[in-house]
Nanobody, 115 residues
């Protein structure tokens, strides 16, 4: 069972930036996809961004042009660079690893954007 550990969350003013990290306990190339999701206060968990084993990326419309997902294979880490943050980006951000029908979640990291 892989372990995923997120870090990099915190408090930032509107318009600011944060970079989240998701460190995996084994090679991220073992997974079909790795993704970021978030859950805002009183909301359901929603998709944010994904990167597949070939490096192809995709984003939710709400973050396109502001967020970038990337990976460092040697470091077994996936990143989420978040720029031009808005108060509606506030929430707990979760890393997810997909392998066939298996899905593993990290514990989440809190992001708070103040207006």
């Amino acid at each position: 069972q892989v372990q995923l550990v997120e870090s990099g969350g915190g408090w930032v003013q509107s318009g600011g930036s944060l970079r989240l990290s998701c460190a995996a306990s084994r090679s991220i190339l073992n997974f079909n996809r790795m993704a970021w999701y978030r859950q805002g206060p009183g909301k359901q968990r929603e998709f944010v961004a994904v990167i597949d084993s070939g490096g192809t990326t995709n984003y939710a419309d709400s973050v396109k042009g502001r967020f970038t997902i990337s990976r460092d294979i040697a470091e077994r880490t996936v990143y989420l660079q978040m720029n031009s943050l808005k108060p509606e980006d506030t929430g707990v951000y979760y890393c997810a690893a997909f392998f066939l029908s298996d899905l593993t979640w990290g514990q989440g990291t809190q992001v708070t954007v103040s207006s």
